[in-house]
T-cell receptor
Framework: GAGVSQSPSNKVTEKGKDVELRCDPI?????LYWYRQRLGQGLEFLIY????????KSGLPSDRFSAERTGESVSTLTIQRTQQEDSAVYLC?????????????????FGPGTRLTVL | AQSVSQHNHHVILSEAASLELGCNYS??????LFWYVQYPGQHLQLLLK??????LVKGIKGFEAEFIKSKFSFNLRKPSVQWSDTAEYFC??????????FGTGTKLQVIP
């Protein structure tokens, strides 16, 4: 595809429900990141996948948050028992390679985000 | 561990004014440095990047940034801003084999 795509673009849910957000990275990109951007705030790192390595989950705010990635393709971010403070834009980015690689390999390409509203 | 600081959270300038946004990082080794921009209603995109070589990096739309290793800085500059530069700007760094870390962002508002 031409770029990183995310779905849905908007999601409104009720407190306590589970939601699943999807990210389709650029084909061939081995690294995939999830970020959260609350209104008026900066990027908050959530989780990072690099090839077949164990994901870096150090940014997940609670055990209600989890993410999976199928090989080097689609990733889903799941939020269980959503809370109002989970309301934010969830951004996905992919890069050709992971950290430490020279050249352009770790330039991140961002998707349009999923705006999550928890009522 | 690496970190990034963007000291200016909100900057307001008139058109044609010069811009400099500060970015400082902490990491002792070799780093890759980035500036990303998010225009209103659009998604994040790369403005410029530094990996090695000339520490003065030129990006799109007349922006440039200078890597000063001794100061651990990578400030973004533009000699004359336009209204269309109104956006949020994020500095990012990755050192060694660490993941990319983003700063908290600087909102730039350019008044016509």
């Amino acid at each position: 595809g031409a770029g990183v795509s995310q779905s849905p673009s908007n999601k409104v849910t009720e407190k306590g429900k589970d939601v699943e957000l999807r990210c389709d990275p650029i084909s061939g990109h081995t690294a995939l990141y999830w970020y959260r951007q609350r209104l008026g705030q900066g990027l908050e790192f959530l989780i990072y996948f690099q090839g077949n390595s164990a994901p870096d989950k150090s940014g997940l705010p609670s055990d209600r948050f989890s993410a999976e990635r199928t090989g080097e393709s689609v990733s889903t971010l799941t939020i269980q028992r959503t809370q109002q403070e989970d309301s934010a834009v969830y951004l996905c980015a992919s890069s050709l390679g992971g950290p430490g690689l020279a050249g352009n390999d770790n330039e991140q390409f961002f998707g349009p985000g999923t705006r999550l509203t928890v009522l | 561990a690496q970190s990034v600081s963007q000291h200016n959270h909100h900057v307001i300038l008139s058109e044609a004014a010069s811009l400099e946004l500060g970015c400082n990082y902490s990491y002792g080794g070799t780093v890759n440095l980035f500036w990303y921009v998010q225009y209103p209603g659009q998604h994040l995109q790369l403005l410029l990047k530094y990996f090695s070589g000339d520490p003065l990096v030129k990006g799109i739309k007349g922006f440039e940034a200078e890597f000063i290793k001794s100061k651990f800085s990578f400030n973004l500059r533009k000699p004359s801003v336009q209204w269309s530069d109104t956006a949020e700007y994020f500095c990012a760094v990755n050192g060694g084999y660490q993941k990319v870390t983003f700063g908290t962002g600087t909102k730039l508002q350019v008044i016509p």
